[in-house]
């Protein structure tokens, strides 16, 4: 049996990194922009004994606006860019669907499931991190305690301004 892990789970754009414009996508590494202190948040939460797992929407995939392969660009810099600085990302699950054509696609809880293949989830201790409702009843609907970043989101059990202040939250307990 294996043991059971903490994670965070963090949803990526408006979480991690700046959000394209509302309608667009980030669809190359140029455009990809971490937000202030998230470096320092996914190395806390590293040190913390926290499993950190990407899980994220990506439907400029199915809109055919970039391919998979663009998006691999942009994580394996995002996770070179946090390796220089002594943090690192676990894991990283995409739906890459349409909305309706999927049960991956946040607020379904596929991509929490196949993070589970890889990492024997203790719900009792993980958290999903969101800026978004799809976010938090993702979390919610997958039973674990969920915390909203940058926009009050009434359903989220915590809310706070960016992704560092959250992680102090969730080591310290």
Known sequence: MN??????????????????????????????HFLPGVINAIRLLNDNNYRAIIITNQRGIARH????????????????????????????YVC????????????????????????????SKSWMVGDSESDIEAGRNYGIRTIAVANPIPLADEQFPNLLSAAYFIVNG
């Open 96 to 123: 890459p669907h349409e909305k309706g054509t999927c049960h991956c696609r946040k607020p379904d809880i596929g991509l929490f499931l196949q993070a589970e293949q890889e990492f024997p989830v203790d719900k």
């Open 65 to 92: 606006l970039m391919t998979m392969q663009d998006l691999h660009v942009i994580h394996s810099s995002m996770e070179d860019v946090l390796q220089r600085y002594g943090a690192h990302i676990d894991g990283i």
């Open 3 to 32: 043991k059971r892990v903490k994670v965070v789970f963090l949803d990526r754009d408006g979480v991690i990194n700046a959000k394209a414009p509302e309608g667009d996508y980030i669809k190359s590494w140029k455009e990809f």
